[in-house]
């Protein structure tokens, strides 16, 4: 499965509670302060939100995205982004370990663990993958993963 392929997962969770709900597309851009065609794209699978986006999405529909461990949250929401640093140190790992286990450089490591621009959803669930934890959607009150 591709990084790619792997966000789009998490969408699809989003897209499915989004219809359970019966919140229309437009509805949906105008919650999020995106144009319908934005909207548009994430149904098509044409592109992902950012993490943000993903977030406030998740969180108008009553999820959120969290970091999860054998059942634990670790991390969740908007902080994830701030927390990749911490959540490889609990791991015992370094950058250099995760690097290898990217086939990337650790300068790649480094630029996404002190990154201050807006990451993107593949990058964050990529990185939270390769360290070990799984990015999932919970409940809004749930402190156990759901099954997304």
């Known amino acids: 499965m591709t990084r790619q392929s792997a966000a789009h997962d ?3 969770g989003l897209i499915a509670r989004t219809n ?3 919140i229309t597309r ?3 851009a105008d919650a999020l302060g995106v144009s319908i065609c934005t909207v548009n794209g994430w149904y098509r699978g044409a592109w992902l939100p950012s993490f943000a986006r993903a977030v406030a999405w998740a969180q108008h529909i009553g999820l959120r995205l969290a970091v999860v461990l054998d059942g634990r949250v670790c991390s969740e929401g908007a902080a994830i982004p701030g927390d990749l640093m911490q959540l490889r140190r609990s791991r015992g790992l370094l950058q250099k370990d995760v690097a290898a286990r990217g086939r990337t450089r650790r300068e790649v490591i480094y630029t996404r663990e002190r990154n201050r621009r807006e990451p993107g959803l ?3 669930h990529d990185h939270v993958t390769l360290l070990g934890y799984q990015l999932t959607l919970l409940r809004a009150r749930q402190t156990e993963a759901v099954g997304v």
Do not use: S, Y
Request: aromatic share 0%; no cysteine.
């Open 10 to 12: 998490l969408i699809t």
């Open 20 to 22: 359970q709900l019966g």
């Open 26 to 28: 437009q509805d949906l």
């Open 122 to 124: 593949a990058m964050v």
